[in-house]
């Protein structure tokens, strides 16, 4: 079937506005993940869902990120108040389960644009 | 915390050299550790992954293997093609915090 398919490829914004990115899973897979690859800090893992569920939220990097997943499958990060180091390419993954390790599948990221 | 280093680049190579990718990482207990390549203009794509010591992972020619004792991962291929040119990114997973933590990521450049 299709991959993981993420919405906007490319958003820019400015400071101070508020940024929604979708990511769509495949379908099936019961574990989703954002991750954001930027140049300062290479790719950091940001949170993850387990269903809707979001287990771990430690690697959101302030209050003004959030995320959540609804019907097991589309999910959103939201971003408030943003700020020019939030600048980044977003990447969703998605995996069949969470554990044991089987393998992440990634899209093809938006990249933001905070000017 | 777990981490990973890789060596940084752009690595610039001659088609049909061989290539090596040094990673290391430092984890407590065993991790599961991965290499995930990013062609140009493509998302990440998994390369190979090895889940304990001493595992060997291939895939389209590259292997790495799992070496506990000097936590290294080190990624090799004999003989490079210009389609190998990308960026490499070493990976270790464990189930606390079911995340993977990446490496810097290292780009290959193969030159015909």
């Known amino acids: 079937g299709a991959g993981v398919s993420q919405s906007p490829s490319n958003k820019v914004t400015e400071k101070g506005k508020d940024v929604e990115l979708r990511c769509d899973p495949i379908s099936g897979h019961t574990a989703l993940y954002w991750y954001r690859q930027s140049l300062g800090q290479g790719l950091e893992f940001l949170i993850y869902f387990q269903g809707n569920s979001a287990p771990d939220k430690s690697g959101l990097p302030s209050d003004r990120f959030s995320a959540e997943r609804t019907g097991g499958s589309v999910s959103t990060l939201t971003i408030q108040r943003t700020q020019q180091e939030d600048s980044a390419v977003y990447l969703c993954a998605s995996s069949l389960d969470a554990s044991p390790p089987v393998e992440q599948f990634f899209g093809p990221g938006t990249r933001l644009t905070v000017l | ?112």
């Open chain 2, 1 to 112: 915390g777990n981490s990973v280093t890789q060596m940084e680049g752009p690595v610039t190579l001659s088609e049909e050299a061989f290539l090596t990718i040094n990673c290391t990482y430092t984890a407590t207990g065993y991790p599961s550790l991965f290499w995930y390549v990013q062609y140009p203009g493509e998302g990440l794509q998994l390369l190979l992954k090895a889940t304990k010591a001493d595992d060997k992972g291939s895939n389209k020619g590259f292997e790495a293997t799992y070496r506990k004792e000097t936590t290294s991962f080190h990624l090799e291929k004999g003989s490079v093609q210009v389609s190998d040119s990308a960026v490499y990114f070493c990976a270790l997973w464990k189930a606390a915090g079911n995340k993977l933590t990446f490496g810097g990521g290292t780009r290959v450049l193969v030159k015909p």
